[in-house]
């Protein structure tokens, strides 16, 4: 629980500093914060707890995740922006948490990888559609004028589309390059639950 609740405390911290780089052309600064690269350590947090304690202490520790999520960003954001936070969180490691059970007996490495990307994906859906598509105006207002803007697609391609649509798929790339590189200390904290003797379910 206190792992999942410094993982939420330092994305949200990290939220508000973006990525002063480019790669390929691209600005990184339009697209991304430091917050993108520190969330994905929630799902290792959410995949140990589910291997070694199994699904009910997992859901237990998401929702100490869900409501710190919810409670930081009604302070630090608009409501809109909470409600997307909020739900984006518990959805995504709900449904993280019961692909992780599904494939729990594969090998070592196909329930942390399939769960994170599934969780990673419907995260991403969530948080941006929820936050900036003008769809969810009529029912949550308060709409991003500069966020629905259209725009070069990772500002460098010629297709143009809402700006959010872009930070949506910087996002994403990051969450999904982090939950790879989050597989070695994942198979390394598993080796020392063996070696510690810390009881662990199948």
């Known amino acids: 629980m206190l792992a999942m609740a410094a993982v939420v405390v330092a994305s949200n911290v990290l939220v508000q500093y973006p990525v002063h780089a480019t790669l390929a052309g691209i600005n990184l600064a339009d697209l991304l914060t430091w917050g993108a690269f520190t969330y994905p350590a929630a799902f290792l947090v959410t995949d140990l707890t589910n291997r070694r304690f199994g699904p009910a202490a997992a859901r237990k520790v998401v929702m100490i995740g869900f409501a710190l999520a919810v409670g930081i960003?009604?302070?630090?954001?608009?409501?809109?922006?909470?409600?997307?936070?909020?739900?984006?969180?518990?959805?995504?490691?709900?449904?993280d948490i019961a692909v992780f059970d599904r494939?729990?007996?594969?090998?070592?490495?196909?329930?942390?990888a399939v769960s994170s990307v599934c969780?990673?994906?419907?995260?991403?859906?969530?948080?941006f559609g929820i936050a900036f598509s003008a769809l969810a105006t009529?029912?949550?207002?308060?709409?991003?004028?500069?966020?629905?803007?259209?725009?070069p697609l990772l500002g460098v391609f010629a297709l143009e589309v809402p700006r959010w649509v872009s930070w949506a798929l910087g996002d994403l790339?990051?969450?999904?390059?982090?939950?790879?590189?989050?597989?070695?200390?994942?198979?390394?904290?598993?080796?020392?639950f063996a070696l510690t003797g810390s009881p662990s379910r199948a």
């Open 103 to 112: 494939l729990r007996r594969f090998a070592w490495w196909t329930a942390p």
């Open 119 to 127: 969780g990673s994906l419907l995260d991403t859906l969530l948080f």
């Open 138 to 151: 009529p029912l949550l207002g308060h709409h991003d004028d500069f966020a629905a803007e259209a725009a």
């Open 73 to 95: 960003s009604i302070f630090a954001a608009t409501p809109r922006i909470a409600i997307a936070s909020g739900s984006a969180f518990l959805m995504a490691h709900l449904l």
């Open 173 to 192: 790339s990051v969450k999904l390059l982090v939950a790879a590189a989050l597989l070695l200390p994942y198979r390394l904290l598993l080796a020392w």
